[in-house]
């Protein structure tokens, strides 16, 4: 302890001995101390300005900091990103994959020829790959605009192909067309009448049907164009030919001579005033024509079967063709035939050219692949309407648009035929009408609105010329009755008309096929023919009473009634005869009128002839018929105008010798009125015996009934009748 605290006590001594030097030193060495101080704080200084750079490369440091924590962050997504596009890429790859084009296909769709069958099936594989590329699934997202990009390369180079088989096809068409043009072979000419398909283009659009059926899918607008250029130039083809076909058959129907107009035409009789000709048929009503021309058995089929059970059928491979051998020498084909030849030959024609354009350039939606492999069995079809394939009818408007266009001078055409034919025959108005009603009615359920159109405006304007005509008939029948009484024999001329007229009506509607009970011809031929009869009834029984009442009360009076009744009896005799020859039920009730009148007139004239002749005895028994009647046959006698003295008188002014006389001027009278050797003397002669027997026999009875005991009895019996008509005969 002592030990420390001496240590403690040197220990504080030299700690005060080297205070005090430093002190001392201290003090010594201000100057340095100061140079020191400045230099410290200098050095402070510039520790405060390295402080305050640390602290600007703090921050600086912190703000790398945080845009190198950016930067990971944006590459850690630039690699996700890079990772997503690797994908993306891969699927648009994928679905892209179905939608190229080897580049051998696009070079074949520009330059592959079009001329071979090696070519065309070059074409048409490649088309199918494109038609395969654009109907695939991917194509279907067009939202993709990589995918609605190569969709719409597909569709260029589609669009591009079209147009350049469009501009070959219409070369093709026009070097077919003008060639055809220069075959003058196939065009209708006198004596040679025909209308033939288009063979040659058929085969030529066949060739590439495969096209066109792709086509429709791929380029609808450009196939629509390439329909339009083909509808444009077959037009012309089809106008020379029509104009041909209608202008030989004008020609033909012009030569035809259908006989004089006034013996079965009403207007014409009443013009020439009654002047018919010397040729009037002694049978009118059994009017005789020459009958249509035969046709090339293996060219033309008739088309009567196409309706049966009302299925449709078919037309003709080939279409019709009538030779110069079908016909007469002077090159004459009837009217009726000739519009019967017209309307088939179109119905044809019509039939084949819409179902091949329909078909070739697949204008409806049931058109399907295996219809191509039997292309041409299918064009002569009559097809039916597909309202399930096309509810909206806007594919059969296209089509029927097509062949307005194709075939538009058809209506004109058939048009200026009817009506040269109406003028050769005006009745040929009925025929026309048969043969529209009957064509419509094989076309009726069909799909050729445009021929079903035609038909039905030319019904039309057969209609108005029909009634025209009625008419015209109907008043030269009411303006005979100014006529008919004027002129010896004109009103028996006048009636013959009418079974004519009737007789060439009836032929053309049995030759066209039209029943008895049915259809719109029918029935206008009926209304016609009621028309006619009534006012031809009226006007002959006008012009009887005009004669015998104009003649009244003249010397002559009796003579002129029987020149009525022989008038009206050979008029309703002939009218009779006509009616019933044409079997046409619509007519029985005119033809037993017709009979009736015949009968009337005919015991109204054997009447009058008696009374002509032995008139005093008919007119005294008529006297006693009348009081044995209202009385008895006792009180006959008890009358001064009828008693015994009265009979004897008057039976003593009838000998034998006389009525024998009587005898023979009636049989000159009537002889004078009909020829001796026909049928109408034949039976109105024997109307004459038969009231002679009749009067004689009823003269017989009333006067052994009224004068029997008072020896009163004729002069002749019927005996010396019968002896007398067998001397006369």
């Known amino acids: 302890a002592d030990d420390c605290d001496a240590l403690e006590s040197k220990l504080q001594a030299e700690l005060h001995d080297l205070e005090s030097e430093n002190i001392h030193g201290i003090i010594e060495t201000g100057e340095r101390t100061k140079q020191i101080s400045d230099q410290i704080e200098k050095a402070i200084e510039e520790l405060g300005r390295l402080d305050m750079r640390l602290l600007e490369y703090s921050n600086e440091l912190d703000m790398l900091k945080g845009e190198v924590g950016y930067i990971q962050k944006r590459h850690t ?59 695939h699934e991917a194509a279907k997202a067009e939202n993709l605009s990589s995918v609605k990009e190569k969709v719409e390369q597909l569709r260029m180079v589609s669009d591009e192909f079209g147009h350049r088989l ?136 008739r088309m009567d079967a196409m309706a049966m059970g009302g299925k449709l059928a078919s037309v003709p491979e080939t279409l019709v063709q009538l030779d110069a051998n079908s016909m007469g020498s002077d090159d004459a084909i009837s009217p009726e035939a000739c519009i019967d030849i017209a309307l088939y030959m179109m119905t044809a024609a019509i039939v084949r050219e819409q179902n091949f354009v329909s ?49 538009d001078v058809t209506d004109d055409q058939l048009k200026r035929l009817l009506d040269t034919c109406i003028k050769v025959d005006p009745t040929t108005i009925v025929a026309a009408l048969a043969h529209i009603e009957k064509t419509l009615a094989k076309v009726s359920k069909s799909n050729l609105k445009f021929w079903i159109s035609i038909l039905n405006g030319l019904r039309q304007a057969m209609s108005e ?26 009103a028996v001329q006048f009636v013959r008309l009418y079974p004519n007229f009737v007789g060439r009506v009836e032929k053309f509607l049995l030759e066209a096929g039209v029943s008895q009970s049915g259809g719109e011809t029918r029935e206008l031929v009926h209304r016609c023919n009621n028309r006619f009869i009534k006012i031809l009834f009226e006007t002959l029984e006008a012009i009887g009473r005009e004669s015998i009442g104009a003649d009244k009360g003249g010397d002559d009076d009796d003579k002129k009634k029987m020149q009525t009744h022989l008038a009206m009896i050979e008029s309703m005799h002939n009218l009779y005869n006509g009616l019933k020859s044409l079997k046409t039920s619509s007519l029985n009730s005119f ?124 002069e002749f019996s019927d005996k010396d009748l019968a002896k007398f008509f067998a001397e006369v005969r």
């Open 77 to 135: 997504s630039l690699q996700t990103h890079a990772k997503n596009q690797r994908s993306l890429i891969h699927q648009i790859e994928s679905t892209l994959a179905p939608l190229a084009i080897p580049e051998r296909d696009i070079h074949a769709m520009k330059n592959e020829s079009l001329e071979t069958p090696q070519g065309i099936a070059r074409i048409e594989d490649a088309a199918q790959h494109v038609q395969l590329a654009m109907n």
């Open 591 to 714: 033809t037993k009128q017709a009979k009736s009148l015949y009968l009337h007139h005919l015991k109204q004239f054997v009447r009058t002839l008696a009374k002509r002749h032995i008139g005093r005895l008919v007119d005294f028994f008529d006297g006693v018929d009348e009081l044995v009647r209202r009385s008895s046959a006792e009180e006959v006698n008890y009358h001064l105008n009828f008693n015994r003295s009265a009979a004897r008188k008057v039976v003593a002014m009838y000998p034998a010798k006389d009525v024998r006389k009587h005898i023979d001027s009636m049989h000159r009278r009537v002889e004078k009125s009909f020829s001796r050797g026909s049928e109408l003397f034949q039976v109105v002669w024997k109307a004459v015996e038969d009231e002679m027997y009749h009067q004689q026999n009823r003269m017989q009875k009333l006067t052994t009934m009224c004068y029997g005991e008072e020896g009163v009895t004729l």
């Open 359 to 407: 078909d070739i350039f697949s204008m409806m939606p049931s058109t399907s692949e295996n219809m191509y492999s039997a292309w041409r069995e299918r064009l002569t079809e009559i097809r039916p309407v597909d309202s399930n394939n096309d509810p909206g009818g806007h594919c059969a408007t296209k089509i029927q648009n097509a062949i307005g266009l194709i075939m």
């Open 166 to 301: 469009r501009e070959f096809l219409s070369q093709r068409l026009l070097y077919q067309i003008e060639f055809s043009f220069q075959d003058n072979a196939r065009y209708s000419s006198r004596g040679n009448v025909r209308l033939v398909h288009h063979q040659s283009l058929e085969e030529l659009l066949c060739k590439y049907r495969g096209l066109l059926r792709w086509l429709r899918k791929a380029a609808p607008e450009v196939a629509d164009g390439i329909e339009q250029t083909y509808a444009t130039t077959v037009q012309k083809l089809f106008r020379k030919e029509i104009g041909e076909l209608m202008e030989t058959l004008r020609y033909h129907a012009k030569r035809y001579n259908p006989g004089d107009f006034t013996t079965y035409l009403f207007s014409a009789y009443v013009k020439e005033e009654g002047k018919v000709s010397s040729h009037s048929p002694t049978a009118p009503f059994a009017f005789q024509a020459r009958p249509p021309p035969a046709f090339n058995t293996l060219e033309y089929k």
């Open 465 to 490: 010329k029909f009634q025209k005509l009625v008419q015209e008939q109907s008043k030269a029948i009411e303006d005979f009755k100014q006529l008919g009484g004027k002129r010896k024999g004109g």
